[in-house]
Nanobody, 127 residues
Framework: VQLQASGGGLVQAGDSLRLSCAAS????????VGWFRQAPGKEREFVAA????????SYSDSVKGRFTISRDNAKNTLYLQMNILKPEDTAVYYC?????????????????????WGQGTLVTVSS
């Protein structure tokens, strides 16, 4: 499976961005997927995840209420709508997929739980 993230850029605090992640080479609709981010000098951290059946979502406390994860299985694409961006949201954002999921509601929030990763897209939020 190949994942291609896009949509990053330089914005001001309070602005919005929508990230996209196009998947190819596998049955995207059967995968659990998520977004992670990595700021300079920090470890990769969980941002949001959505279940295979789009029934369940999960967010880190730092983005809850501001970010929304969604997926369009017909287009093999994962999205992350980011609103009210803050300077601390500055990071490289990665999409990831997990091939084997236990149920249609399962979501995963650990780096080690994912099988394939996109190349990342840089989001920079200026104050």
């Amino acid at each position: 499976v190949q994942l291609q993230a896009s949509g990053g850029g330089l914005v001001q605090a309070g602005d919005s961005l929508r990230l996209s992640c196009a998947a190819s080479g596998g049955p995207f609709s059967t995968y659990g997927v998520g977004w992670f981010r990595q700021a300079p000098g920090k470890e990769r951290e969980f941002v949001a995840a959505i279940s295979r059946g789009t029934i369940s979502t999960s967010y880190s406390d730092s983005v809850k209420g501001r970010f929304t994860i969604s997926r369009d299985n017909a287009k093999n694409t994962l999205y992350l709508q980011m609103n009210i961006l803050k300077p601390e949201d500055t990071a490289v954002y990665y999409c990831a997929e997990r091939r084997i999921v236990y149920t249609s509601r399962s979501v995963y929030d650990r780096v080690r739980e994912y099988d394939d990763w996109g190349q990342g897209t840089l989001v920079t939020v200026s104050s």
